[in-house]
């Protein structure tokens, strides 16, 4: 990932960059599971999207959970359509890294999900996670349905009770409805999968999160 100071405020719309009509090309399947990427997905699935700082080291916590039909990185809650990688790390596209999750709720809870969102990094950090700085790095959760709304609201009261208890600060994390997501470039897809020893700046804060305990059989 690159590193160094990037803007650590939103852009307006008119300075986020102009971006381009056409979508950017990436692989149809999985590299580790073969799902398609982009679709169909199975009847009665869910997707959510989760940012958590830089989207590799994110992305492989979710493929790796039962229950998760397939996962994507790209960028979500900007401004400029179908952004480059190198348009979102300068700061003026306004979008953040995410990873997109399509999940069979039959399978594992979005509870669940959410338990690992908030313990496997930092949400109290604002516009960086750990090193990396820059509004792309910041922690968000963009929904998909009312209930997935509600699910994640009773969750970030709970995780913020409990880092309040362990004198931790404020949860900062971005949490809206989705709106558009692009896919990132095909190199960045199941990147650590492909690139074992890649860089991975993903670090919890210790605290436990008390949901998702239950989590329904796959």
Same mark, same amino acid.
């Given at each position: 990932?690159?590193?160094?100071?990037?803007?650590?405020?939103?852009?307006?719309?008119?300075?986020?960059?102009?971006?381009?009509?056409?979508?950017?090309? &990436?692989?149809?399947?999985?590299?580790?599971?073969?799902? @398609?990427?982009?679709?169909?997905?199975?009847?009665?699935?869910?997707?959510?999207?989760?940012?958590?700082?830089?989207? +590799?080291?994110?992305? !492989?916590?979710? +493929?790796?959970?039962?229950?998760?039909?397939?996962?994507?990185?790209?960028?979500?809650?900007?401004?400029?359509?179908?952004?480059?990688?190198?348009?979102?790390?300068?700061? /003026? %596209?306004?979008?953040?890294?995410?990873?997109?999750?399509?999940? /069979?709720?039959?399978? &594992?809870?979005?509870?669940?999900?959410? =338990?690992?969102? +908030?313990?496997?990094?930092?949400? %109290?950090?604002?516009? !960086?996670?750990?090193?990396?700085?820059?509004?792309?790095?910041?922690?968000?959760?963009?929904?998909?349905?009312?209930?997935? @709304?509600?699910?994640?609201?009773?969750?970030?009261?709970?995780?913020?009770?409990?880092? @309040?208890? =362990?004198? !931790?600060?404020?949860? %900062?994390?971005?949490?809206?409805?989705?709106?558009?997501?692009?896919?990132?470039?095909?190199?960045?897809?199941?990147?650590?999968?492909?690139?074992?020893?890649?860089?991975?700046?993903? =670090?919890?804060?210790?605290?436990?999160?008390? &949901?998702?305990?239950?989590?329904?059989?796959?």
């Amino acid at each position: 990932m690159l590193f160094g100071q990037k803007p650590t405020t939103l852009p307006s719309a008119a300075e986020a960059l102009p971006g381009r009509a056409a979508p950017m090309p &990436v692989g149809e399947r999985h590299f580790v599971n073969g799902a @398609a990427l982009a679709g169909p997905y199975p009847a009665g699935s869910e997707t959510v999207y989760f940012g958590m700082g830089c989207f +590799w080291g994110a992305e !492989r916590l979710f +493929w790796q959970i039962n229950g998760v039909h397939v996962t994507a990185v790209g960028y979500q809650g900007g401004l400029t359509p179908n952004p480059t990688y190198e348009e979102v790390c300068s700061g /003026r %596209t306004g979008h953040a890294e995410v990873v997109m999750v399509v999940f /069979r709720p039959e399978a &594992v809870s979005l509870d669940s999900l959410l =338990k690992c969102f +908030w313990e496997e990094h930092d949400p %109290t950090q604002g516009m !960086r996670q750990g090193n990396d700085h820059g509004t792309q790095y910041r922690s968000a959760i963009y929904t998909t349905t009312p209930e997935q @709304a509600e699910a994640v609201a009773r969750s970030r009261a709970t995780y913020q009770q409990a880092l @309040a208890a =362990k004198g !931790r600060g404020a949860i %900062t994390s971005e949490i809206v409805a989705v709106g558009p997501f692009y896919f990132a470039e095909t190199y960045h897809q199941q990147y650590l999968a492909k690139n074992p020893n890649g860089y991975c700046g993903l =670090k919890g804060t210790g605290v436990s999160c008390p &949901v998702g305990i239950g989590v329904s059989a796959s």
